[in-house]
């Protein structure tokens, strides 16, 4: 019975390496979505908002996990 929580924990760490990144993915889905479709003035601003939100979150992440990790990259 090992094997399948095995194989379930890597299929889970196949698409989700960071819960927190994931996390933070869904909610600025959820909150572009939700405010942004409710003013009609910037619906044609809905993907570079969604966008500009999803760069901040992947470079905040990809911070965190250099720092996390002690990534240097001087010699």
């Known amino acids: 019975m090992g094997w399948i929580k095995t194989i379930c924990k890597e299929g889970y760490g196949l698409f989700v390496d ?9 909610a600025w889905v959820s909150l572009v979505k939700l405010v ?9 601003w809905q ?20 720092r996390r990790n002690n990534v240097n990259t001087h010699p």
């Open 47 to 66: 993907g570079v908002v969604l966008f500009v939100g999803l760069v901040a979150i992947l470079v905040a992440s990809a911070v965190r996990f250099s």
């Open 18 to 26: 960071d819960g927190g990144f994931a996390s933070a993915i869904l």
């Open 36 to 44: 942004l479709s409710r003013i009609p003035l910037l619906h044609p």
